[in-house]
Antibody, heavy 119, light 111 residues
Framework: QVQLVQSGAEVKKPGASLKVSCKASGYTFTTYGINWVRQAPGQGLEWMGWISAYNGNINFAQKLQGRVTLTTDTSTSTAYMELRNVTSDDTAVYYC????????????WGKGTTVTVSS | QSILTQPPSVSGAPGQRVTISCTGSSSNIGASYDVHWYQQLPGTAPKLLIFGYNYRPSGVPDRFSGSKSGTSASLAISGLQAEDEADYYCQSYDSSLSGSVFGGGTKLTVL
């Protein structure tokens, strides 16, 4: 079945970088894109960005531009999200979610990766 | 402050019908971008509930329906059940931001 499997929970110190992976299976990886969405404790969903697994086209949320890098590895059907210079405001559950195009719905979600930023 | 505005909470008794609104602007819903709805049960990842005009993924009961008019959209849930108690989010695309946007979320309580 179609699924996205994310990497495990991480604890980071302020100023560090974090990298979350999202391995896709059950479909042709390059046919779709991958969205990254995060949810701070007790808060709503925040869209971070979208990357096309077909051609690498990327859209970022403006507030994160300059700190976030999205990549894909088509040989392993894996998407990556790297966030630099993290602060306590980046403490959240990070989700990857499949999206055909940047303005499409997100039809398959990973289970989430919990990231805690603490000194 | 979310770009798409949802009521923080709604409630209803079992069997009743409730609606959740999602108000946007001329750069997102009003620009004819589709509105999608997600259900998030406590401690779990969001799940796609409604996409496009009013399409349901396989497995989503027809008690859930979506509509759109102007710069707003709505999710309706009829025949409310205890298992519907969850957070609900709308999502669309915003041309000014060149990215997807979510509503702030609505907590549905089944009385």
């Amino acid at each position: 079945q179609v699924q996205l499997v994310q990497s495990g929970a991480e604890v980071k110190k302020p100023g560090a970088s974090l990298k979350v992976s999202c391995k896709a299976s059950g479909y042709t990886f390059t046919t779709y894109g991958i969205n990254w969405v995060r949810q701070a404790p007790g808060q709503g969903l925040e869209w971070m960005g979208w990357i096309s697994a077909y051609n690498g086209n990327i859209n970022f949320a403006q507030k994160l531009q300059g700190r976030v890098t999205l990549t894909t590895d088509t040989s392993t059907s894996t998407a990556y999200m790297e966030l630099r210079n993290v602060t306590s405001d980046d403490t959240a559950v990070y989700y990857c979610a499949r999206g055909y195009k940047k303005y499409y719905h997100m039809d398959v979600w990973g289970k989430g990766t919990t990231v805690t930023v603490s000194s | 402050q979310s770009i798409l505005t949802q009521p923080p909470s709604v409630s209803g008794a079992p069997g009743q019908r409730v609606t959740i609104s999602c108000t946007g602007s001329s750069s997102n819903i009003g620009a004819s971008y589709d509105v999608h709805w997600y259900q998030q049960l406590p401690g779990t990842a969001p799940k796609l509930l409604i996409f496009g005009y009013n399409y349901r993924p396989s497995g989503v009961p027809d008690r859930f329906s979506g509509s759109k008019s102007g710069t707003s959209a709505s999710l309706a849930i009829s025949g409310l059940q205890a298992e519907d108690e969850a957070d609900y989010y709308c999502q669309s695309y915003d041309s000014s931001l060149s990215g997807s946007v979510f509503g702030g979320g609505t907590k549905l309580t089944v009385l």
